[in-house]
């Protein structure tokens, strides 16, 4: 079995802040995704990585930026964070064509901003 | 709007009862996926279904999907306290992106 591992567990910013968010697999998995989740509300895709540098924008890019400089990780950064915002990021990978095959979620990481 | 903006449903039944969630998809999808979330936990994938299986079964749930109308269900058969869990569908296009439904808490009582 594998796991994702997301840090910080809990993130507290200030408004304007660049804050950033880290995701480890270690299922060889090529493919990686962030999502958005608000209190009460669905999953938002942020971004996805079906391989190594690669980075594709999903329904909720703007205000974010991702990078994947190796097939194990994958950041997310809240480019200025806004204020009262609250929201759990959770980081997930796929062994498949990511429609196709099941998800594995990490734990989220939860934002709030001051 | 984005599916996820919404709101999660909201379903509170006995302990015992059966229950069921529906999902409607907007595009055209080759797979529904099924996952259910646990409190302050990441979600976590229940049934899979394809677009060439019309049901797909595991131990008390039961997924259904009806390509022509563009929905699926998912059907828990004599729910349990610990079935209590938020309940969410996604789909996928057969490319690489996954999106999902706004979700249902479901909510079992002793």
């Known amino acids: 079995g594998g796991i994702i591992t997301q840090t910080p567990k809990f993130l507290i910013g200030q408004e304007g802040q660049k804050l950033t968010l880290k995701c480890q697999q270690n299922f060889n998995h090529d493919t990686m995704y962030w999502y958005r989740q608000d209190s009460g509300k669905g999953l938002r895709l942020i971004y996805y990585?079906?391989?190594?540098?690669?980075?594709q924008k999903g329904d909720l890019s703007e205000g974010y930026d991702a990078s994947r400089e190796k097939k194990s990780s994958f950041s997310l950064t809240v480019t200025s964070a806004q204020k009262n915002e609250m929201a759990v990021f959770l980081c997930a990978s796929s062994i498949f064509r990511g429609g196709t095959g099941q998800l594995y979620f990490g734990e989220g990481s939860k934002l709030t901003v001051l | 709007s984005q599916w996820g903006e919404e709101n999660l449903q909201a379903l509170s039944i006995q302990e015992g009862e059966d229950v069921t969630m529906n999902c409607s998809y907007k595009t055209y999808t080759t797979v529904v996926h099924w996952y259910r979330q646990d409190s302050g936990r990441g979600p976590a994938l229940i049934i899979l279904i394809r677009s060439n299986e019309r049901e797909k079964r595991s131990g008390r749930l039961r997924a259904t999907l009806d390509t022509s109308s563009q929905s699926s269900s998912l059907s828990i058969t004599a729910a349990q306290c610990e079935d209590t869990a938020v309940y969410f569908c996604?789909?996928?296009?057969?490319?690489?992106?996954?999106?999902f439904g706004s979700g249902t808490r479901l909510l079992v009582s002793p």
């Open positions: 996604a789909t996928g296009t057969g490319g690489y992106k996954v999106v």
């Open positions: 990585s079906i391989t190594e540098n690669d980075l």
